[in-house]
């Protein structure tokens, strides 16, 4: 299948491109983006974005534990250093709140979450405590 040439619904005089087949499974190939999150007196933590299977059990889990749906998301999309749910049940009675919620920030960014439109148990999850 190939890409094909449409019309906006929003402005009929600007062509849209329809994606094909091969091209979507490219992008899917190719993962979610990443992006190294800077933490203050830590240091660099490598982050991938979540997909739409993992964002969707985030939220399920949430439902059940909100610290729990948190450590799962950090688990599956902190790259470096990779951690497990057990490592990071340590770490969250250990260290500050600040070290997690930048992380959960970015991966929530490189989703394509947008914090305006995302549900409260989304939003919940990453922003456990108000700024």
Do not use: W
């Amino acid at each position: 299948m190939t890409d094909v040439p449409t019309t906006s619904p929003d402005d009929a005089s600007e062509p849209t491109t329809v994606v094909g087949k091969t091209a979507l499974f490219a992008i899917a190939d190719a993962g979610p983006p990443t992006a190294v999150v800077e933490v203050e007196g830590v240091g660099g933590f490598k982050v991938r974005g979540m997909t739409r299977a993992e964002h969707l059990d985030v939220g399920q889990r949430a439902q059940d534990s909100l610290v729990a749906a948190e450590r799962y998301m950090l688990a599956t999309c902190l790259v470096e250093p990779s951690l497990t749910d057990s490592e990071l049940k340590t770490l969250y009675g250990r260290l500050p709140s600040s070290v997690f919620e930048p992380l959960g920030d970015k991966i929530r960014e490189l989703s394509g979450i947008d914090s305006d439109n995302e549900d409260e148990a989304d939003k919940q999850v990453v922003h456990r405590f108000p700024e």
